[in-house]
């Protein structure tokens, strides 16, 4: 520990630790993390030089005893939020929101799912990834672009501060989206493989969201694994055909890969095969 950043009368200041404080960051330890690999090698990935080989390396022991208890916590609200429905009059049915549920229970789930998705927010500002933002003196996020490069000197945010990286913080941020994209009819959010065939008679009307494959220049399924694994500690119960694997799925992501693929020219054959097949689609 190098410093510890705090508010003073005249802006921010930055002070020595003691040793007590230091004791107090070496104490922490994580009754739970995620010990999934990293992959060995991929695209935009280079922390693996270094010795971080799992998710977990990836955060201190501090960051995931918070982010532990961050998730535990919203199956704890899951709860309440439910037994707080149910006294409000809401169906007590025991439908869960995955069968289409709209009782007490579905709504509990529903709430825990944008809790997590807070929780998830937080990640971005809580590993050990993080670096220090002079010019503004705050903390950048870990994915300041759409990879995981080593960082040499990083900052730790203070999850119950009201600085960057704060638990309210994150709740503002889905807040935003949900008063913007506020719906006003039942709608159902569904992912499909644009290589695979659509059903022809399906006639319900569609927004439909895409984003085209860049080629060899992201690896989306590497990446998302950063936020999967805790997305599927909060709500793995609630989704369970969602988070059935223990990681992103990969093996139909549309990149050109070499390391996936065994070499450049596979992963080029195997990225144009995919975007022939799409493009020579009926549909």
């Not at 149910?86 to 007490?104: F, H, I, Q, R, S």
């Amino acid at each position: 520990m190098m410093a510890i950043v705090a508010e003073g009368q005249n802006g921010r200041v930055y002070l020595a630790p003691t040793a007590e404080q230091e004791a107090i960051a070496n104490a922490a330890q994580p009754q739970w993390k995620p010990d999934t690999d990293l992959p060995k090698e991929a695209l935009g990935f280079r922390v693996q030089n270094y010795g971080m080989t799992k998710h977990a390396d990836l955060f201190t022991p501090r960051q995931l005893v918070a982010l532990t208890t961050f998730s535990d916590l919203v199956g704890e609200a899951r709860e309440k939020a439910t037994q707080d429905a149910v006294a409000a009059g809401l169906p007590n049915d025991d439908v869960p929101l995955n069968d289409g549920g709209t009782g007490a229970r579905a709504y509990g789930e529903a709430i825990s799912v944008y809790l997590a998705f807070a929780v998830d927010k937080m990640t971005d500002y809580h590993s050990d990834l993080c670096s220090w933002h002079s010019g503004r003196d705050t903390i950048r996020n870990t994915f300041g672009r759409q990879a995981i490069p080593m960082v040499w000197d990083f900052a730790e945010a203070n999850p119950m501060s009201d600085s960057t990286g704060n638990f309210n913080g994150a709740i503002e941020w889905v807040v935003k989206v949900l008063e913007i994209a506020h719906p006003h009819a039942y709608s159902k959010v569904t992912q499909h493989d644009a290589t695979a065939p659509h059903p022809h008679h399906d006639t319900t009307p569609k927004l439909i969201s895409t984003d085209p494959p860049y080629y060899s220049a992201v690896p989306y399924a590497d990446l998302s694994d950063f936020f999967y694994v805790w997305l599927r500690r909060s709500l793995g119960t609630i989704y369970p055909s969602i988070f059935n694997t223990v990681l992103v799925p990969k093996a139909q992501e549309l990149v050109a890969d070499h390391f996936r693929h065994g070499g450049h020219t596979q992963a080029k054959d195997f990225f144009e095969a995919g975007l022939v097949k799409i493009f020579s689609s009926s549909e």
